[in-house]
């Protein structure tokens, strides 16, 4: 049952083979097994779920239910779920029981699907290993000696062990695309605008986006329809017509069902610093593309090694004016001691904030402080700029670029944690995605060394559907979103 | 954009950030690295480029001047370390 997509979960639940409470009782007692050792979940309410899942029961049985009613999903713990306990990976909010719902979390509940409980993720959604949590490292389960990637590690190490039906995860700069690479599995970083962002707690206002984190693109697709859409609660929501994300899914697998894409490829995300075995994956991917029908060209993406300096000037800098809302006084980690209140806010961040955290505050203080903003923030934006103009020229010449999503596969714990660039270097093909605001997706393409290799599908704005059924057409012809880790059983 | 310990602890302080000599001069070393790589973007010629921060050519949504929110106080409070009277409690400011 773990393994089944959610279709097919929805079609058991339907049949009355089994219940939404069973359902859920099952992964809650695959998380109590599984998650001292992997460390994906961070809280888990069994009672709050098992109303859901009762709730859901009731309304497949009035005829009410609609695909994802009683499916037990994982949320990110960047999503405030009222009367849940909220951290986003942070001391600072370690003991924040939300009072109201993110717009997500909405969603969801509005189908009848079941949380099974927040994951866990880096803090503040600043990291690419999970490694910086509060809460403690999230083991890979393909590989308990390695990261799954972050920040939506915990999101990600849930979906790869089934320890959920699907998982929400968000993507600032690749953190639903990387760790689905490193995990096995697909995640879609949808068209910056479609997602509300209400609710879910701020990193990079520009470049946050939440987005699905399941087995396969037509979960995803599943999932989307349930997440997307206009939300005026966000002022960055877009008034996109509702869609049906599913609607360009091949129903019937036929011989060619990718005639008539053409498909590019950045020279500068398959150049230095690509590991040669992840390479021979995305080639092999990339021959099975082409018996689908897709046709490949050479594009170039020239201000493309600009992402990581923009990323960091402005990821940082939003990141220290969203922070700045932790000071104590409401909500959050205040100091035990202090004299004055200024001593009061300095000792609460000091203290709330992690290392990874503080130093991206610092760094986005120093971008925007008198005297640097024009040199650093507004040149930021402006070659921001450039790199969405370097997309638009591509899509003039494809439809869809693809590429590796990560240089490498899943690293040692501990491996990167000494050197801030190593770790920011995971993001070089993800972050040009969120800069741009374009759609991103990683696909499961193959194994090196047993572990994990994503394929990136980058698409022009608005252009998911189809995105999700080229990764669909070629989730018919491979089975990479089917695989197990082992001892996972 | 080569910094000091006193510029860290001045940036700290502006992010009201509480940070010690020893932790100011670790935090100078990680950053340095950082700081080099985003001085890579002035060798980018931007002139006459246009400043991007949404992808989509939008404005900002206006909506009437009507109440819309409820007053949920006790519930928002709830997560307070000191409140008072429905106030939030903070060391005294002004004398």
Redesign the interface.
Known sequence: MINQSLKNLSQLLASKAMSSVEMTQTFLDRIHQYNPSINAYITVDEEKSLAQAKAADASIAAGTATVLTGIPLAQKDIFCAKDWKTTCGSKMLA???A?YDAHVITQFNNVGAVNLGKTNMDEFAMGSSNETSYFGGVKNPWDLTRVPGGSSGGSAAAVAARLCAAATGTDTGGSIRQPASLCGFTGLKP???LVSRYGMIAFAS?LDQAGPMAKSAEDCALMMNVMAGFD?RD??S?NHPKEDYTAQLNQTPFSQPLAGLTVGLPKEYFAEGLDGDVAKVIETAIVEYKKLGAEFIDISLP?A??S???Y??LAPAEA?SNL?RY??????H?AAE??????????S??EG?GEEV??R???G???L?AGYYD??Y?????????I?EDFKAAFKQCDIIMGPTVPSTAFKIGEKTG???AM?LQDIYTIATNL???PGMSVPAGFSNDLPVGLQIIGN?FDEARMLNVAHAYQQVTDWQTAMPKGIA | MALDNSDIKRIAHLARIEISDAEADKTLSKLAGILTLIEQMQAVDTTGIRPMSHSQDVVQRLRDDVVTATNQREAFQANATAVEGGLYLVPKVIE
């Open positions: 003991n924040f029981i009072p068209t910056y605008g520009s005026a002022s960055t877009l201000n090694s600009l990581i300096p923009v960091y000037v220290s700045s000071d104590g006084v409401r909500y959050g205040r202090y004299d004055d209140l200024m001593e009061m806010y300095m000792k961040r000091a904030f503080k130093r505050i610092l760094i203080t120093y971008v402080s040199a650093y507004l040149k930021a934006q402006k070659i921001r700029h450039l969405a050197d801030p660039i920011y741009a605001g374009l704005y």
